[in-house]
């Protein structure tokens, strides 16, 4: 199949030395870096977007700490809520803001835009995916359909995710991801694709190991399409 291998999960080394996924996964919050303390991190896991909406109400955006959006990728209603919050919103000054007790940045008068994109941007402590990365991911949880894979895409993108972001350990881009899979249950991945390359994804932008371009990652996997 056109030098692709068969068995493209575990045969192949160029695979391995990519750090592109070997072994079809699902992820869960278990595969997620350890839980940071926060009245959200239960409602999050647990998917009850009207009690994380009550606890924003209540408490403000200073409860949001990064890592929560990867966590919310898996609930497409609460990855709304949260994103609806973010600070630097509209309406909202570049004073510093008190933030969150374990956010050192916050407490030292981080801006709030600069306190979102910290969010935004942030790199999951155990899984080294950003928000986006993750919601590009071809191992996404049972039952992630492909509208809600589409939809957190178009979320994250429209809040100002960093589309060209190092993820992995420098392994991998969120238009790496897009092009790593052969897997028919999710979207055909040129929407993807398309998502990121309309909001400015470099094609020809290599990972920070390997080198590997979209383009590469798309011919390993075998996906005519996106080719």
């Not at 056109?2 to 080394?13: A, K, L, N, Q």
């Not at 072994?23 to 870096?33: A, N, S």
Request: hydrophobic share 40%.
């Amino acid at each position: 199949r056109g030098g692709v291998p068969e068995d493209r999960y575990r045969g192949s080394s160029s695979l391995r030395a990519s750090g592109l996924p070997e072994e079809p996964v699902f992820i869960t919050p278990r595969d997620l870096g350890a839980k940071r303390t926060s009245l959200l991190t239960t409602p999050i896991d647990a998917g009850t977007a009207e009690l994380v909406e009550s606890i924003l109400q209540r408490e403000g955006n200073a409860v949001l700490q990064p890592g929560m959006l990867q966590r919310a990728v898996l609930n497409l209603k609460v990855l709304r809520v949260l994103i609806k919050h973010l600070p630097g919103g509209e309406g909202e000054t570049e004073a510093g803001e008190p933030g969150a007790a374990g956010e050192p940045g916050a407490a030292a008068g981080e801006a709030p835009r600069a306190r979102r994109r910290r969010i935004l941007d942030a790199l999951d402590d155990k899984s080294g995916h950003s928000a986006l990365s993750l919601a590009c991911y071809d191992r996404g949880p049972e039952g992630f359909g492909p509208d809600a894979m589409l939809g957190a895409v178009r979320l994250l993108l429209e809040a100002g995710a960093s589309v060209d972001l190092p993820v992995r350990g420098g392994n991998s881009k969120a238009l790496n991801e897009a092009c790593a899979s052969d897997n028919p249950r999710l979207p055909p991945r040129t929407a993807l694709v398309d998502l990121l390359l309309d909001a400015r994804a470099d094609p020809d932008l290599g990972t920070e190991i390997g080198g590997w371009t979209a383009l590469q990652t798309a011919a390993e996997y075998g996906n005519i399409h996106v080719l």
